[in-house]
């Protein structure tokens, strides 16, 4: 996983500017301060329900949805960071689902974007307005992350009841839009409960009425059209369940960018897509995976894509930027370093 000491620099640096209108952010990596949280649970059970942990995250604290017991239905609902609407937004956070030792498991979250008109600022929501792994309620737009089929309700007919599922999907305003009915059979498998972190990216991008998301790198959703979509004051939640089976899910390093008057290409938000930004894609290479850090194609990286995406929509003098073949030149020669000296360890 790409969590570190860069990543650790870039929550700090949006938590301290979260109020700004360009770079608005829900940022929390559960390790003190961040974004605040209301955790509730909404269930028969007495056991607790989600929990901040103080240790075992990716790296540090992390959060804790489900523990790996029976019967828990747990919403973590971030207060709201800016208000009004806002044309995109750009998401990544970590997840693990480990089903434990002693058996399958069940039944998997959600990720979702709350309308505040239906849930409020702040503060908890009181009532679960959905099953957790299934964000389908008036108001939401969520991605599930489904570990249990159920036949005949939002899973294909045919798939059967029980946990050897892999589901990732997509809700919008109580509608299934779309469904990976088994991550294991994408290009790059893809298991969601076999007790490691894995990284989520995306962007909904309000304006357009489209949303894309990636796993570890890999495109899940890319540009889905998302029909009646259209900008909306949003708070951020995460919900989980268990039931006859369980896991424990933990979510770490979330962090949540409201974007606003976005020029194409502009990676610090001044306004042109100049030479400044080539200097973020150039240095966070292969490593960054929001705007800030050069992400400015949003596919959830920043990789040669960026460069070629900046190029054709910059703004500035072309003097001031170097001959198009040196450029590309240059940042192959970073990939080609990069890559012999993870090939040396």
Request: glycine fraction near 12%; charged fraction near 15%.
């Amino acid at each position: 996983m790409r969590i570190g000491l860069h990543r650790t620099l870039v929550l700090a640096v949006l938590a301290a500017f979260s109020a700004a209108p360009l770079f608005a952010a829900t940022v929390n990596d559960f390790e003190g301060g961040g974004t605040p949280v209301s955790l509730e649970i909404f269930s028969g059970t007495t056991t607790p329900g989600a929990t901040i942990e103080p240790t075992g995250g990716n790296p540090g604290g992390f959060l804790q949805l489900t523990d790996a017991v029976n019967d828990q239905h747990t919403w973590a609902t971030f207060d709201n960071t800016d208000a009004g609407t806002f044309p995109l937004s750009q998401f990544n956070f970590d997840f693990l689902i480990d089903p434990t030792a002693t058996g399958p498991s069940a039944d998997g979250f959600s990720f979702s974007y709350a309308d505040t008109a239906t849930f409020g600022t702040t503060g908890g929501i009181g009532a679960a307005p959905f099953t957790a792994e299934d964000p389908a309620a008036s108001g939401i737009l969520g991605f599930g992350f489904d570990t249990w089929s159920n036949e005949g309700t939002w899973d294909t007919p045919g798939i059967g009841t029980g946990s050897d599922y892999q589901e990732i999907s997509v809700f919008w305003d109580g509608m299934l839009i779309e469904r990976i009915d088994d991550t294991r059979l994408l290009g790059t498998p893809l298991v969601l409960d076999d007790a490691t972190w894995h990284e989520v990216s995306g962007v909904v991008n309000f304006a357009a009425a489209t949303v894309s998301l990636s796993v570890d790198g890999q495109a899940i959703f890319s540009g889905l059209s998302l029909p009646g979509l259209v900008p909306f004051e949003s708070r951020i939640m995460f919900a989980a369940r268990t039931g006859g089976e369980n896991e424990l899910v933990a979510i770490d390093n979330l962090l949540v960018d409201y974007l606003g008057s976005v020029v194409p290409g502009d990676a610090n938000g001044d306004g042109v897509a100049d030479f400044l930004d080539f200097e973020i894609i150039r240095d966070n290479l292969f490593t960054g995976r929001t705007l800030m850090e050069g992400d400015v194609d949003f596919d959830g990286d920043v990789d040669l894509g960026d460069f070629a995406f900046w190029k054709s929509v910059r703004s500035d003098a072309p003097a001031a930027i170097p001959e198009p073949a040196a450029s590309l030149l240059l940042l192959t020669g970073l990939a080609m370093l990069l890559f012999s000296r993870r090939g040396l360890k």
